[in-house]
C-alpha cells in the first residue's frame, strides 16, 4: 500500500509508532541518526500528504495554541497560515463552543483515548458560523510525555444546512398535515396503514389505533374492494406516480362517504415502499351530480326515464343480452287521443292523461326493466331476461290495468294506448335502433287500424268522437287479421 492510499489515521498511527521505536530501542549514535532520517523523511512525506487533503489537518500545544495546521484549515477558518500559527481555539470559537472545546480535550488528556467525528463549531475570519466534526488524539514526545495534541477537523456545514432545511420542512410539512382539513393516509407497499393526520379520524370516526396497522380495503364498501383492489394494483405493479380515484368508503358508525383521492407512490432506491393519499370528502359533490344526471334522463311530468336515459340504459341492456344469451322483450306505445284531450278538456287534464299512462306502465313492468316517455305521447319499455313467451304476461297485466282506469265513475275521458312489441333474440342480435324501428311499425299499424274506427265513431257523435269507440272492448271495434295477431299486442 503506498501512502497516498493510507488513511488518515493509519498516518497518524505509524508516525507514532516510529517514535516509539526510537524510545524502546536502545541504539548507537549511527543507527540513532539512521532512524531519525528515516523519521524526518517519513513526517516529510507525511506533510505533504496532509497538506494535499481535503480535511483540515491540526497539531496543538496543551494550552491549545496551534503549532502546525494544513491548507484545508486555513481555508475553512479563512486566516493564512502565518495568521493560524499561534492562535488560540478561543480566538475562533464563541463562549459555549469554547467550554466544550475544552472539556474536549482535557478528557482527551485524562483518559488518553482519541475521540472520532466529534460535533462543533467554529466562526471564520470573516465572522460566518460553521460546524465541523473533529477527530483527535494526543501528542507525545520521546518519553512518552503529552505535549499536545492532533486531530483532523471536516467542515459539515453544508450537510448541516441541509439536514437543517429538511428537518424544518419535515417540522412544516408535519403542522401542515396534522392541521389539514383534508384527509391525509399512508400504507406501507402492503396496504396497511402507517399513518393517519387528525382530519382523518375525524371525519371517519376511528381512533388513530383502530386504524394504524388495519388494511386499507377494509373501510371501502364491499362491492367495490375488487375493483379498487384492482385499481391500486395496476398503480403499484407499473410504478405509476400518482393517480386519482373516488371511492365510497364506510364510516366507523356505518355511513357511507364518497372520497377522492390523489395517490401518490412513495419510492426508495427505486423501489415502490408506500401509498400516501390526500384525500376530500366529495359527498355533496357526488349527491348533487347524482342529481344533475337523473334530471338529464328524467321525465320531469311523468318521473319516468326520458329519451336520453332511455338510450343510454337500453343499449347498456343490449350489451348484457349479448354477453348473458337472455333475450328482451321491447314495447312501443303512444297514448291515443292526446290531441282531443288538450284540444277539449284542456292542457292540464292532457297532462294527467300522459301521468296516468305512465302510472299503467310503471305498475305493469318490473323496477328491472327499462320504462321511458320519450316525448309527446309517446312510450317505451324494455323489458330484460325474458322470453318471447313471456311476453304474454305482461300484455295481459297491462290491459288489466287499462280496464281498471277505464271503469272508475266520473271520468272525462278513457285511456287508450297503442302498442307495438319487437323481441331482441340474442343470437340474431340487431341495433336498439332496429329494435325500435320495428316496435314503432308495428304500433303505428295498430294505430292506423283504430283510424278508421275513429271516423266512423266521429259520423255518430259530433259532441265526443273520442271515448268508447277507442276501447279495446268496443263490439264495433274492428277485428285484427291472423297476421297482426301474430305481429302485435292490442290495447
Not at 28 to 43: A, M, W, Y
Not at 180 to 189: E, K, N, P
Not at 273 to 298: C, G, H, Y
Not at 384 to 394: G, L
Request: charged share 30%; net charge negative.
Amino acid at each position: 500500500m503506498n501512502d497516498q492510499a493510507k488513511t488518515n489515521a493509519e498516518l497518524l498511527e505509524e508516525n507514532s509508532f516510529l517514535n516509539q521505536r526510537i524510545r524502546e530501542l536502545e541504539l548507537s549514535d549511527s543507527e540513532s541518526k539512521r532512524v531519525e532520517e528515516d523519521l524526518r523523511k517519513s513526517e516529510e512525506r507525511y506533510r505533504t500528504i496532509l497538506e494535499d487533503i481535503d480535511e483540515g489537518y491540526f497539531e496543538d500545544d496543551l494550552a491549545g495554541n496551534f503549532t502546525f495546521v494544513n491548507d484545508a484549515l486555513c481555508r475553512y477558518l479563512g486566516y493564512s497560515r502565518e495568521e493560524l500559527i499561534g492562535m488560540n481555539y478561543r480566538q475562533y470559537s464563541d463562549e459555549a463552543t469554547a467550554k466544550k472545546s475544552y472539556e474536549l480535550f482535557y478528557n482527551i488528556y485524562n483518559t488518553e483515548k482519541p475521540i472520532k467525528r466529534f460535533p462543533g463549531q467554529f466562526i471564520s475570519k470573516d465572522g460566518t458560523r460553521h460546524f465541523n466534526e473533529v477527530s483527535a488524539s494526543l501528542i507525545r514526545d520521546a518519553k512518552g510525555k503529552p505535549i499536545g495534541f492532533r486531530g483532523i477537523s471536516q467542515d459539515v456545514t453544508e450537510r448541516k444546512r441541509a439536514e437543517e432545511a429538511l428537518r424544518e420542512n419535515e417540522e412544516r410539512y408535519r403542522a401542515l398535515v396534522e392541521n389539514a382539513s383534508d384527509i391525509v393516509l399512508r400504507t406501507d407497499d402492503t396496504g396497511h396503514f402507517t399513518f393517519v393526520n387528525p382530519a382523518a379520524l375525524r371525519i371517519m370516526g376511528y381512533e388513530e389505533k383502530e386504524l394504524i396497522g388495519r388494511h386499507y380495503l377494509t373501510l371501502y364498501r364491499p362491492d367495490i374492494r375488487e375493483e379498487a383492489m384492482k385499481f391500486f394494483g395496476r398503480q403499484f405493479v407499473k410504478g405509476i406516480p400518482n393517480t386519482y380515484s373516488e371511492y365510497p368508503f364506510i364510516m366507523k358508525d356505518g355511513r357511507e362517504i364518497w372520497l377522492g383521492q390523489n395517490i401518490q407512490l412513495i419510492f426508495q432506491d427505486g423501489k415502490v415502499m408506500a401509498f400516501q393519499a390526500v384525500a376530500r370528502d366529495i359527498t355533496e359533490r357526488k349527491r348533487m351530480e347524482a342529481e344533475i344526471l337523473a334530471l338529464s334522463i328524467t321525465d320531469q311530468l311523468t318521473c319516468l326515464h326520458n329519451r336520453r336515459g332511455f338510450l343510454s340504459l337500453a343499449g347498456q341492456q343490449l350489451k348484457l343480452s349479448d354477453r348473458n344469451k337472455r333475450g328482451m322483450q321491447l314495447y312501443f306505445a303512444d297514448l291515443d287521443g292526446l290531441k282531443w284531450i288538450n284540444d277539449t278538456l284542456g292542457h292540464e287534464e292532457g297532462d294527467k292523461a300522459l301521468i296516468e299512462a305512465a302510472t299503467v306502465f310503471k305498475e305493469t313492468f318490473r323496477t328491472s326493466d327499462i320504462i321511458a316517455r320519450l316525448g309527446g305521447d309517446e312510450y317505451a319499455a324494455l323489458t330484460v331476461d325474458i322470453t318471447e313467451a313471456n311476453s304474454e304476461i305482461f300484455t295481459a297485466r297491462l290491459q288489466s290495468l287499462i280496464d281498471t282506469q277505464n271503469n272508475q265513475e266520473n271520468r272525462r275521458y278513457r285511456l287508450s294506448i297503442s302498442v307495438g312489441c319487437s323481441y331482441y333474440d340474442p343470437e340474431n342480435p340487431c341495433s336498439l335502433d332496429e329494435l325500435m324501428a320495428h316496435a314503432d311499425q308495428l304500433m303505428y299499424e295498430q294505430k292506423q287500424n283504430r283510424k278508421g274506427l275513429l271516423l266512423q265513431a266521429a259520423s255518430l257523435s259530433s259532441r265526443n268522437p273520442y271515448p268508447r269507440h277507442y276501447w279495446p272492448d268496443d263490439p264495433r271495434a274492428a277485428k285484427p287479421t291472423a297476421q297482426a295477431k301474430k305481429k302485435r299486442s292490442v290495447f
